[in-house]
Nanobody, 114 residues
């Protein structure tokens, strides 16, 4: 499965961005999806996940601000980010996984700055 993210860029504090990730090369509908982020000098961390048949889960700092979703018909997953803060600045990675096998996109940079 190949994953390509888009939608990153520069946003002001309090603003919004919506990240998209398109999948190809496999049956996207059988994979759980997630979004991770890696801030400068820090380890990659799980931000939001959406397992098949389950509700979404969010990292505490983004709960209530970010929304993960998917559209299997379009082979897409999305991360809607609202009320952005400077600490949300990071490279965001799309992830698809199943039975312990993970696929990653190359990431898209989100910068939150005034």
């Amino acid at each position: 499965v190949q994953l390509v993210e888009s939608g990153g860029g520069v946003a002001q504090p309090g603003g919004s961005l919506k990240l998209s990730c398109v999948a190809s090369g496999g049956d996207f509908s059988i994979y759980h999806v997630a979004w991770y982020r890696q801030a400068p000098g820090k380890q990659r961390k799980l931000v939001a996940s959406l397992r098949i048949g389950s509700s979404a889960n969010y990292e505490e700092s983004v709960e209530g601000r970010f929304i993960i979703s998917r559209d299997n018909g379009k082979n897409m997953t999305y991360l809607e980010m609202n009320s952005l803060k400077s600490e949300d600045t990071a490279v965001y990675y799309c992830n698809a996984n199943r039975a312990g096998v993970h696929y990653w996109g190359k990431g898209t940079l989100v910068t939150v700055s005034s």
